[in-house]
């Protein structure tokens, strides 16, 4: 790798960012751990090999999907028996619907930001604020 690619790399990997968490009034909150989860089930077709990919327990990670079934009122994960057939979990309609209302608040929510946190970087490096 050549040092201005190590270089772009490593400023893509620190560029401002801006995490979101979701409270709705029925006390589910819905934050960026909650829907990597999600994602990864969708992806991976398994509740355990999300946790693999996630780095955590699969304990954890059913707990995580077990707080949004019972805070939201339905499930957002159907899962299948294993055995023969093999089992294994998808998103439901709702685990769906959280997953994209969720990644399109962010998208929004960065943009708005997007002016702030570059004034904020300014000021940190002891540059002019607006």
């Known amino acids: 790798m050549t040092a201005s690619k190590a270089k772009s790399s490593a400023s893509a990997k620190a560029s401002n960012r801006l995490s979101i968490r979701v409270d709705l009034a029925s006390g589910a ?3 960026p751990g909650k ?3 999600l ?3 969708a992806r991976s077709g398994s509740i355990s090999a999300a946790g693999r990919a996630l780095h955590i327990s699969y304990r954890r990670t059913w707990e995580l999907v077990e707080d ?3 805070t939201l009122g339905a499930p957002v994960v159907q899962t299948a028996a294993g055995g023969s057939g093999g089992g294994g979990a998808s998103l439901t309609e709702l685990g769906q619907s959280v997953v994209t209302r969720y990644r399109a608040i962010e998208e929004d929510c ?3 930001a997007r002016k702030h946190l570059t004034a904020l970087q300014r000021a940190a490096r002891g540059g002019a604020s607006e």
């Open 29 to 31: 909150r819905i934050g």
């Open 35 to 37: 829907v990597a989860v």
């Open 39 to 41: 994602e990864e089930i």
């Open 68 to 70: 949004l079934n019972a």
């Open 110 to 112: 960065a943009a708005a």
